[in-house]
Every structure is written in structure tokens, then in C-alpha cells.
């Protein structure tokens, strides 16, 4: 097996990623518009809406920076897992865009969850992830590994980190 090497760099501080999270702040509104502007296009070839697109950056930014996630690596996975269709269910049952399995309805939340509301998916997605993450310390290679239930095979990770750099970044 080959390792990967994760494209990442060292998360600021906790204090910093929590305050760029904030819509409510100026710099963080700025943060997100600067983002946004710059992945509408991309996204465009898997969401025609433009209401859509902006509704999905924008709930999709603010996830991730609350999870401590790179938001460009959240939309290379969500290309990988459903390529943008909060309706996809896979052949294991797994839901939406970031493709939930139905079980952590019960781990995470209410038995009323609809896992193919986007908002909620990208809630449970990006907290599974970053759950991931902290055991793996933070290797994003073996952390998308777990996500997928692949650990120990670098396909996935392969997959999600060539969209990241091909597609994202």
C-alpha cells in the first residue's frame, strides 16, 4: 500500500477558524463571498440553479469551517460521493450529498432527519468527517478512507484528493 500525501497545511488557531466561520462578522462574510465567487462556476457543471449553487456555498462554507474542514476538500468529496444529487442513494443505502448512512441518524440526531435535505447532510457529512479526522490525528488520507469504510485502501482518498486538485482548488 502507498501512502498519500495529504495536501494539507496546518489549521490556524481554533479562535481564528471559528471567528472566519462567522458569517455574522465582516471579514467573514467577505471570507465567503470571495469563496463563492470563485466555485460558482466550477459548480455550475453539477448545479444549473444559481439560487441552488449559492444556497449550497454558502451552507456548504459554513459547515465545513465550523467542522475545521477545508471547504474545497467537502466539495471534492460530495463530487466523488453524489456529484452534486442531495436525492442519491447508493447500492449500501448511504443518502444525499455527502452520502450518509442511515445509522448515524441515530448516533447524531432526531429520528425525523431527512438526510437528503441539503443542509442536513452537510451537517452530518461534515461532522462525520471531522469525527474521523481527530482519531486519525490528522491524516486526511486515512481520515476519508474511514468515511468511505475503506480504511486501510487509498482508492477513495486518491479519488476525493484528484477531484480536490483537478476540480477545487
Known amino acids: 500500500m502507498t501512502a498519500i500525501a495529504s495536501p494539507i497545511v496546518a489549521e490556524p488557531p481554533l479562535r481564528a ?22 466555485k460558482d462556476a466550477p459548480l455550475a457543471r453539477f448545479v444549473a440553479s444559481p439560487e441552488r449553487r449559492h444556497a449550497l ?44 448512512m442511515p445509522f448515524w441518524v441515530e448516533e447524531l440526531g432526531l429520528p425525523m432527519d431527512d438526510l437528503t435535505d441539503p443542509n442536513r447532510n452537510l451537517r452530518y457529512g461534515c461532522t462525520i468527517l471531522a469525527h474521523y479526522l481527530a482519531i486519525e490525528r490528522g ?28 476540480h477545487w482548488r
Open 139 to 166: 491524516d486526511f488520507t486515512r481520515a476519508l478512507a474511514r468515511y468511505n469504510g475503506s480504511l486501510g485502501k487509498t482508492w477513495y482518498p486518491e479519488r476525493v484528493f484528484d477531484a480536490w486538485q483537478n
Open 57 to 100: 456555498l454558502t451552507r456548504l462554507y459554513q459547515e465545513a469551517r465550523l467542522a475545521g474542514l477545508p471547504p474545497d476538500l467537502v466539495l471534492a468529496l460530495i463530487q466523488v460521493e453524489s456529484a452534486f444529487n442531495a436525492e442519491a442513494v447508493s447500492s449500501a443505502g448511504a443518502v444525499g450529498l455527502m452520502q450518509i
Open 17 to 38: 477558524t471559528l471567528e472566519a466561520a462567522d458569517l455574522r462578522t465582516p471579514y467573514g462574510q467577505w471570507q465567503l463571498q470571495q469563496w463563492r465567487s470563485r
